[in-house]
């Protein structure tokens, strides 16, 4: 097998919206299956919409105790970020 010289990816960065229960929202940026928003408190979270083996994940504020789920579309990219009940 032959190598190549690295070549330096300019990432696609999108905004798709955090909806919370209390029915505010939020903008995050997400690129491929990853996102960072801010939590409902103000905190900075990250989180993906994928793991590996298919299992699924969630972020959890480590200042105020919500959850969060990255909803992910059918090729697994990030397209929603979705407060979940604790």
């Known amino acids: 097998m032959g190598s190549r010289t690295p070549f330096d990816h300019r990432l696609k960065i999108k905004t798709i919206p955090v ?3 209390t029915g505010g929202t939020a903008a995050a940026s997400a690129e491929g299956n990853n ?3 801010p939590c409902a408190c103000g905190t ?3 989180g993906r919409c994928y793991f ?3 299992d699924t994940c969630y972020t959890q504020c480590d200042s105020c ?3 969060y789920r990255v909803a992910g579309d059918e090729s697994k990219r990030a397209e929603a970020v979705n407060e979940v009940a604790a």
């Open 65 to 67: 105790g919500r959850k």
């Open 35 to 37: 996102a960072a928003w």
């Open 19 to 21: 909806k919370f229960i």
């Open 44 to 46: 900075l979270l990250v």
């Open 52 to 54: 590996q083996f298919g």
